[in-house]
């Protein structure tokens, strides 16, 4: 039976849709307490989605969903194998729009983000250095209270930095939901994974 690592939270239903679309299971769940669901014969493990490449990189998971940011920021040793296509979102540094100017002629800035790897590596190939501030949510607080200059984030809508009176500086990345596979599973489970993988695809 193949494990596979789903992400909790704004992916979530978006990824049983699409794996329902694709008759990879027949009927969805509902992401609730319960953290180990099995259907269709898989199992399914329902994590964080910064922590689905740990699970799969480490063996506990055969398969994982997860959006191309947190591979960006986690740079785990795993195959990527397909780009779903869904949750696209895209990585941007915002700011408050009078810091713009400030922004485009900064040789130091404070970021907040809770993506500090590639906030420091975008940062270093623009020649800027960059004081990171890891935040683990409401991020869009830190230029309002001058915590930092601007943030990392990612966007969907782009809602919530328009009701902060923040605005789009910059695109680091798009992002959508990539399957991605453990190293030992792409061997020792090959049939079951190529079988799953010609159904996606």
């Given at each position: 039976m193949l494990r596979?690592?789903?992400?909790?939270?704004?992916?979530?239903?978006?990824?049983?849709?699409?794996?329902?679309?694709?008759?990879?299971?027949?009927?969805?769940?509902?992401?609730?307490?319960?953290?180990?669901?099995?259907?269709?014969?898989?199992?399914?493990?329902?994590?964080k989605p910064f922590d689905v490449p740990v699970y799969v990189e480490n063996g506990v998971a055969d398969?994982?969903?997860?959006?191309?940011?947190?591979?960006?920021?986690?740079?785990?040793?795993?195959?990527?194998?397909?780009?779903?296509?869904?949750?696209?979102?895209?990585?941007?540094?915002?700011?408050?729009?009078?810091?713009?100017?400030?922004?485009?002629?900064?040789?130091?800035?404070?970021?907040?983000?809770?993506?500090?790897?590639?906030?420091?590596?975008?940062?270093?190939?623009?020649?800027?250095?960059?004081?990171?501030?890891?935040?683990?949510g409401s991020v869009e607080l830190a230029p309002l209270l001058n915590l930092a200059d601007v943030i990392v984030d990612l966007v969907q809508t782009g809602r919530t930095l328009r009701e902060n009176h923040l605005t789009i500086f910059e695109e680091i990345s798009s992002s959508t939901a990539r399957i991605i596979c453990n190293r030992a599973s792409y061997r020792n489970k090959k049939e079951e994974i190529f079988h799953l993988l010609s159904k996606v695809q």
């Open positions: 596979i690592a789903l992400p909790k939270g704004r992916l979530f239903e978006e990824t049983l849709e699409f794996l329902k679309s694709r008759g990879i299971i027949q009927e969805t769940f509902e992401e609730g307490r319960k953290l180990q669901v099995q259907v269709d014969g898989y199992e399914f493990l329902l994590v398969l994982g969903v997860v959006g191309y940011d947190v591979l960006l920021e986690r740079e785990p040793d795993v195959y990527e194998l397909f780009d779903t296509g869904i949750g696209f979102c895209r990585l941007v540094v915002a700011g408050k729009e009078e810091k713009l100017e400030y922004y485009s002629s900064a040789s130091c800035l404070r970021v907040a983000t809770k993506y500090p790897k590639v906030a420091k590596e975008f940062f270093l190939e623009k020649g800027v250095k960059s004081k990171v501030i890891y935040l683990n």
